[in-house]
């Protein structure tokens, strides 16, 4: 019986990591046109896939990579729609 590889293991993280950073970051430039944004939740949801990497199989973290990412780009349009009503109400 193969041994399935683990995404928790430094190597096969990294492989993952150098596979996918890139399309992620073009997808979430492309979808919400901010570069800066894109690469910081880029980068948020690598440190959250490593966090969770004992409940995430390697074959549902692309799947799971994309999800934390979409959420975590909704979370900061909603909040700036937020911030930007307060500013709208203040004045």
Same mark, same amino acid.
């Given at each position: 019986?193969?041994?399935?590889?683990?995404?928790?293991?430094? +190597?096969?993280?990294? @492989?993952?990591? %150098?596979?996918? @950073?890139?399309?992620? %970051?073009?997808?979430?430039?492309?979808?919400?046109?901010?570069?800066?944004?894109?690469?910081? +939740?880029?980068?948020?949801?690598?440190?959250?896939?490593?966090?969770?990497?004992?409940?995430?199989?390697?074959? !549902?973290?692309?799947?799971?990579?994309?999800?934390?990412?979409?959420?975590?780009?909704?979370?900061? +349009?909603?909040?700036?729609?937020?911030?930007?009503?307060?500013?709208?109400? !203040?004045?």
């Amino acid at each position: 019986m193969k041994e399935k590889k683990n995404i928790c293991e430094e +190597i096969n993280f990294t @492989a993952f990591f %150098r596979l996918h @950073a890139q399309s992620l %970051r073009n997808y979430l430039i492309y979808k919400f046109g901010n570069e800066e944004l894109a690469e910081d +939740i880029t980068q948020e949801a690598f440190v959250k896939l490593w966090q969770n990497c004992k409940d995430v199989p390697l074959e !549902k973290a692309k799947s799971y990579l994309y999800t934390v990412a979409n959420n975590a780009s909704l979370n900061i +349009i909603s909040h700036q729609k937020v911030v930007l009503e307060y500013s709208k109400k !203040k004045y």
